[in-house]
């Protein structure tokens, strides 16, 4: 296992179309978190995993924006009826429970550009 | 609630120069602080992190201190090569002790070192 994968890397999408972003954690990694980057802004968090449970989703922009972990393992995040606002890049990462200041490791980022 | 605040890039040093790039955060409680690097084309990486005040995170060359007094974070090298130009986020940990690392970003900081 290399790190966190994400899928597609680029998505370019007209306005009002819906979009899917998929993450694969670090395999014992139980924790996964989505972020969404925009230019010359650090990452904003957005949601949070503990296993299959989304333990924290207030931080979602709209009711818009849905993610899922079924099993526990990989997640999708979903952007429905997508706006130019939503142009960004976000991101996934992924961490080990259990652990004060542990670390959380990224992948390298889907791109949204909304046309 | 809580934030970060990073000094504004780009920074441009020549190659053995001294960096700093300060950080400040406003954070209730005891957070943790961190210090993500993202190189081109890459994901962000944990670059050094410290838990509680007082502690020195370092790696790579690269230090900083948690000042809970100054509630600063300061990034700081003796001397840069050009394989450090990166942006470089300073970040703290929301959530409980213990628990997810909820992480708040600053904005970055882009260092461009040259021979």
């Known amino acids: 296992d290399t790190g966190v994968s994400q899928d597609p890397r680029h998505k370019i999408t007209k306005r009002g179309q819906n979009v899917t972003f998929r993450c694969d954690p670090i395999?014992?990694?139980?924790?996964l978190y989505w972020y969404r980057q925009t230019l010359g802004q650090g990452p904003e968090f957005l949601t949070y995993f503990q296993n299959e449970a989304q333990l924290e989703k207030s931080r979602l922009l709209s009711d818009r924006f849905s993610a899922e972990r079924p099993k526990g393992s990989f997640s999708t995040l979903e952007i429905q009826r997508t706006e130019q606002g939503d142009s960004a890049m976000y991101l996934c990462?992924?961490?080990?429970?259990?652990?004060?200041?542990?670390?959380?490791?990224f992948g390298e980022g889907s791109r949204l550009t909304v046309l | 609630g809580n934030s970060v605040t990073q000094m504004e890039g780009p920074v441009t040093l020549s190659e053995e120069a001294f960096l700093t790039i300060n950080c400040t955060y406003t954070a209730t409680g005891y957070p943790s602080l961190f210090w993500y690097v993202q190189y081109p084309g890459e994901g962000l990486q944990l670059l050094l992190k410290?838990?509680?005040?007082?502690d020195k995170g370092s790696n790579k060359g690269f230090e900083a201190t948690y000042r809970k007094e100054t509630t600063s974070f300061h990034l700081e090298k003796g001397s840069v090569q050009v394989s450090d130009s990166a942006v470089y986020f300073c970040a703290l940990s929301e959530g409980e002790t213990g628990g997810y690392n909820k992480l708040i970003f600053g904005a970055g900081t882009r260092l461009a070192v040259h021979p």
């Open positions: 990462a992924s961490s080990a429970s259990g652990r004060q200041g542990g670390e959380l490791f």
């Open positions: 410290a838990t509680k005040a007082d």
């Open positions: 395999s014992e990694h139980n924790r």
